[in-house]
């Protein structure tokens, strides 16, 4: 046998028989690997290795345990920003369900096969009365009983029937209405009711959460999130439009329901959503809670709504490209004037430009209209502008009261 071979066979018995040695040891001694790795210094390694990975540990389960900490108990510990529950339950019991019932007529038809065929087709019968039933929502404001609602709820209605939080059945009569917001107050005979927290501190933001309260579809109470889209929307429906949009689902059945903040606070009246092509389109609109409780005030009060009246109808004002004006200049244009009103009296003439009312500047149409509307008829208020061609002017008028719409004089 050749010496190469010989001296690889000798190294692979020896290799055997090392590995068998090593394997009897183990068995007998199982430490023995860790007395050596001691003995060679090399224990100082490993335990440096071993301290390094129970101080990861230990700093991670102490960061668990922080992290933990930080979680509220309740979403009432972390300001309602993980759950609106506690809000839902202050604001859920004051919103009702309200259901209008009225007469209306009916065109009775004939569908009788037979009829059809002596006839010719569709026959056409007798107008009968039948009854129709509108589902809505209403707010109670007052624990004596005034609920608060959108008027086009109960239009018409000869029938209203308010169902509470805790399943009782309520008549309700009519208090008063006011078109021009589309506001209804209403009056129920009822004990332990619980009034809405009215959020009157501070107005609504853009940003601000927004949950609405109603009776959709009448499945019943259903809350819908969001947030306040925008503040000062107009839809040119009513002459005082100042809304709240929310982007908070709002569908039918839900006017006259309650849109709350992040605390259960009313913030405004839904009554409005913007529909195209029959779907959703994430557009509601709410009436502002200020407007709202100062027309349930004033119907509490005089059983309609009294406001002040300038007798013209105006614009805000349109600043052409090349005037040298600010594009959005204050102030609003006269673009009509009724007969016999304060501002004929007064000489104030049409395409004049209002600036200031009482020495406080005119932001706009929508904000005029509100303030006229809240100063008590009779009151004297000094109008500032300029006559058509930048003539300043200044002017005493006494306010009336807003009579019911007639024909603008023109001119």
């Known amino acids: 046998m050749k010496a190469p071979v010989r001296t690889v066979l000798f190294m692979l018995q020896f290799i055997v028989l090392g590995l068998a040695l090593a394997y009897v040891i183990n068995q007998f001694w199982p430490d023995a690997a860790e007395h050596v790795r001691a ?77 059809q065929r002596f006839f010719g087709g569709r026959v056409v019968g007798p107008i009968e009365k039948g009854r129709q039933r509108s589902l809505g929502s209403g707010v109670i404001f007052r624990a004596d009983g005034y609920v608060l609602t959108n008027n086009h709820v109960i239009a018409g209605a000869d029938d209203i029937q308010v169902l509470l939080y805790d399943g009782r059945i309520a008549q309700a009569h009519v208090i008063g209405r006011d078109t021009d917001t589309d506001l209804a107050v209403l009056k129920i005979d009822a004990t332990n009711l619980p009034a809405i927290v009215v959020a009157d501190q501070a107005p609504a933001n853009v940003g601000d959460v927004a949950l609405a309260i109603g009776n959709p579809f009448g499945f019943g109470k259903t809350v819908t999130m969001g947030i306040v889209s925008a503040t000062g929307r107009q839809l040119v429906q009513n002459p005082y439009e100042d809304f709240i949009q929310t982007d908070a689902a709002i569908n039918s059945g839900n006017s006259g329901g309650a849109l709350v903040n992040a605390y259960g606070e009313l913030i405004g009246i839904n009554t409005a959503v913007f529909r195209q092509n029959g779907g959703a389109e994430g557009f509601g609109f709410a009436i502002p809670v200020t407007t709202a409780k100062w027309v349930l005030d004033q119907i509490i009060a005089n059983g309609h709504v009294i406001r002040g009246w300038l007798g013209i109808e105006y614009d805000d004002v349109k600043v052409p490209i090349n005037s040298g004006l600010p594009a959005a200049a204050s102030g609003v244009d006269v673009v009509d004037m009724y007969a016999d009103g304060p501002a004929v009296k007064a000489g104030l003439r049409v395409h004049d430009i209002l600036l200031k009312l009482n ?23 000094r109008i500032e502008g300029l006559h058509e061609g930048g003539i300043p002017f200044s002017a005493e008028l006494t306010l009336m009261q807003r009579p019911a719409m007639s024909a603008p004089a023109g001119g």
Do not use: F, M
């Not at 390694?45 to 992290?67: D, M, P, V, W, Y």
């Open 39 to 115: 003995q060679l210094g090399t224990n100082a390694t490993t335990s440096t290795l071993s301290q390094n990975i129970a101080a990861t540990a230990s700093a991670q389960a102490e960061a668990t345990r922080t992290h933990k900490a930080r979680i509220p108990s309740s979403p009432a510990d972390d300001g309602g920003r993980v759950s609106y529950a506690e809000a839902v339950s202050h604001a859920a019991p004051s919103v009702v369900n309200i259901y209008a019932n009225k007469v209306v007529p009916i065109q009775r038809t004939y569908t009788s096969p037979l009829i």
């Open 359 to 381: 020495d406080e500047p005119i932001v706009g149409q929508n904000e005029l209209r509100n303030r006229e509307a809240h100063l008590a008829p009779g009151s004297k208020i």
